[in-house]
């Protein structure tokens, strides 16, 4: 969303006093507005001399985040949405795939949960690896702990190429490695700028139909988000919660599938859950959880959150490399 500088143009009202009182509270842009408290911000305008035209700058801003939302859609727009756009993106992993009946479902968010090691991120290189070489789409993967090696990705590539030539082996990894775009992101607010920056960019490409993007990748986001949560203010709290609402929107409006990754902590009785607390567990539309055991060197999959399918569901997955 727009810095609040650039809507003076179009609404006066959003002057230089009304952004120099925002940036007083740390607002500079409409995502700021977002996730700040409210109240607080009408108490402080209301101690102001020109507390009228704050009140009013305040209705401004919250009348443009309105203008943001989707209109409403009836059943039948839905349904044809959904016979249109949102497909199944087949990950590679066979045990995963026929456990999610096909794949990724584009339009979700879709969270690996698991301790380390627990596969997560292998799955999300041989997902790549596979959305690229089978739907000929552009990968964007986030990287938020070093994770991406492109030596793995590379033998994943070289997979899907059964063929004793090394000329077309080699070239065809060429193509399939320029269209997964790798970019290092090591704090949250570098991830909204980098999400901003996409959504600009996909807007743009779908008004001249040539959007490619099939899938979203962080790895992992609980790296990001836990560093801002605790303490007594809400303002990581706030962060997390728009954060998951930018993906979901990225999602549903842009028909990409998102896949992000998320790391266990101790609960009650020093029983393992995932981290980022109940608040987030309502973000992704799908959470599975993986495991690895040692002893018999097995990965397994269990289905924790599903739009239609049933909690429980397991699988076993093969990790390869």
Not at 258 to 272: A, D, P
Request: hydrophobic share 40%.
């Amino acid at each position: 969303m727009a810095p609040l500088k650039s809507l003076q143009r179009e609404f006066p009202i959003i002057d230089c006093n009304f952004q120099q009182f925002c940036a007083s509270h740390g607002i500079y842009s409409v995502e700021d507005f977002l996730v700040h408290d409210l109240y607080s911000l009408v108490a402080s305008a209301e101690q102001q001399s020109s507390s009228e035209e704050l009140r009013e700058g305040i209705s401004q801003v919250i009348s443009i985040i309105g203008s943001q939302h989707q209109p409403w859609s009836n059943g039948v727009e839905l349904l044809g949405d959904a016979q249109k756009n949102k497909h199944v993106l087949p990950t590679g992993c066979e045990g995963i795939d026929m456990l999610l009946q096909g794949g990724l479902r584009v339009g979700h968010v879709t969270e690996l949960v698991g301790p380390s090691p627990s596969g997560k991120t292998q799955v999300c290189l041989q997902a790549a690896s596979n959305v690229a070489v089978k739907f000929m789409g552009v990968v964007m993967f986030l990287d938020t702990c070093n994770s991406f090696s492109p030596r793995r990705m590379a033998c994943f590539i070289n997979q899907h190429f059964n063929t004793p030539v090394e000329e077309v082996t080699q070239k065809g990894l060429k193509r399939v490695m320029s269209s997964i775009l790798c970019q290092s992101v090591f704090d949250i607010f570098s991830l909204l700028d980098v999400l901003r920056q996409l959504e600009l960019k996909l807007q743009f490409q779908v008004n001249t139909g040539d959007c490619k993007l099939r899938l979203l990748i962080i790895d992992s986001i609980s790296s990001l988000i836990t560093p801002i949560l605790g303490g007594n203010g809400a303002h990581g709290h706030s962060l997390m919660i728009f954060t998951g609402f930018l993906l979901k929107k990225l999602a549903h409006e842009y028909n990409i599938s998102v896949l992000v990754t998320n790391h266990m902590v101790c609960g009650e009785g020093g029983i393992l859950k995932p981290a980022l607390g109940e608040s987030w567990k309502s973000i992704p539309h799908v959470r599975l959880l993986l495991s690895h055991d040692r002893r018999s060197n097995s990965y397994n999959i269990s289905i924790l959150k599903h739009p239609v399918m049933v909690s429980g569901r397991a699988a076993s997955f093969t990790v390869y490399g």
